[in-house]
């Protein structure tokens, strides 16, 4: 199990730290008595701060944050977690704190659903194979958020 973090990524390197320390205590005050964070706790302990990109509410035009986007997927995606918004920077959002199970990131233990070729479909019954060998859906959404992002 590993807590992940989105942050902005303008925002300095040991801000990037306090950030997600200020999620991750959210998080223990919502979530503390979970089995999972209690099991990350005891035993994990590993943080990943991953760059978040940008971060601004809606503007006249309806323009965003990448950081408002994320956390509108995993509020859609019915995960678990925190964020915080930084009252020294307008309140903008500055972390958004989540827990993955290995079947998220452990892509030697868990591969990918291998990509499909240009003459090959897959069929429900492959693709819902994949998604349980992962531990469900949400943990399949996770994996799909984290592909790609870069650390902070």
Same mark, same amino acid.
């Given at each position: 199990m590993r807590m992940y973090f989105f942050v902005p990524y +303008?925002?300095?390197?040991?801000?990037?730290?306090?950030?997600a320390g200020h999620a991750s205590l959210e998080y223990a005050r919502l979530f503390g008595d979970t089995p999972e964070f209690k099991y990350f706790v005891q035993s994990q302990k590993t943080w990943v701060i991953l760059n978040g990109g940008t971060t601004m509410d809606a503007d006249v035009r309806g323009n965003r944050g990448t950081m408002q986007e994320i956390e509108e997927m995993l509020w859609g995606g019915g995960i678990p977690y925190t964020s915080f +918004?930084?009252?020294?920077l307008n309140n903008a959002l500055t972390a958004l704190c989540f827990l993955a199970p290995e079947q998220v990131y452990d892509r030697e233990i868990y591969p990918d659903l291998p990509p499909c070729g240009e003459n090959e479909k897959y069929g429900f019954e492959a693709i819902e194979a994949w998604v349980e060998s992962v531990g469900g859906r949400k943990n399949a959404f996770l994996r799909e958020l984290i592909t790609g992002k870069h650390l902070a």
């Amino acid at each position: 199990m590993r807590m992940y973090f989105f942050v902005p990524y +303008n925002i300095s390197e040991i801000q990037k730290g306090i950030q997600a320390g200020h999620a991750s205590l959210e998080y223990a005050r919502l979530f503390g008595d979970t089995p999972e964070f209690k099991y990350f706790v005891q035993s994990q302990k590993t943080w990943v701060i991953l760059n978040g990109g940008t971060t601004m509410d809606a503007d006249v035009r309806g323009n965003r944050g990448t950081m408002q986007e994320i956390e509108e997927m995993l509020w859609g995606g019915g995960i678990p977690y925190t964020s915080f +918004n930084e009252p020294d920077l307008n309140n903008a959002l500055t972390a958004l704190c989540f827990l993955a199970p290995e079947q998220v990131y452990d892509r030697e233990i868990y591969p990918d659903l291998p990509p499909c070729g240009e003459n090959e479909k897959y069929g429900f019954e492959a693709i819902e194979a994949w998604v349980e060998s992962v531990g469900g859906r949400k943990n399949a959404f996770l994996r799909e958020l984290i592909t790609g992002k870069h650390l902070a």
